[in-house]
């Protein structure tokens, strides 16, 4: 499974080296608000991407089942995010305590899934990888900015992640639809 996971990120690298480098750079930056749009960019382009522009045939050229290349694909982009939150906490931007530096990458790890999720479920759906989760994205900032504590979505969202364990479970339902879809539709739009 390791050599599948090597050849993998290698194939991801390859291609995408430019966007991987851009985006690594602005995710250094250790303040999670900030950091969001560059996980959305880096998110929606993952696999989605790649589905949108029907490029998976370079993929399934390699052999993984579906289910394979939605996992690696997603585990790739949570070792960037996670290489470039640790890296970036090591630069002096202020104190950082152990448990906002484990907290702020927890919050990233459960934003980008869920946003990688949202672009596969619209790819698979047949639209496009960025513009539907941007408009998701616009209106996940509007909902949960809708009277705080008293609003029902904002322990939910992927923005403000009210609660922790709340979001962390509607990033998982969003990941699990999103790999079920995907297995069942394919990797061609």
Known sequence: M???IEAFYMKEFSE???RLFVFSLFLLVPD???KTIFIFLLATSMLAWDVQQKRTVNIM???YTLSEVFLISWLFMVSIVTIT???GAAVPFGPLSVTYLWTAWLNSIIFATAYYSIAMIFVTSGMDNFGMPFLVLIGDWILSSIGSYRNFYWYI???SQGNIF???TF???LFATALYLFVKKGATK
């Open 16 to 18: 995408k080296a430019g």
């Open 157 to 159: 969202s992927p923005v």
């Open 61 to 63: 050229i390699l052999p």
């Open 166 to 168: 709340a979001a962390a």
């Open 171 to 173: 990033a998982f339902v």
């Open 85 to 87: 939150h640790f890296i």
């Open 32 to 34: 999670f608000g900030f």
């Open 2 to 4: 390791l050599k599948r």
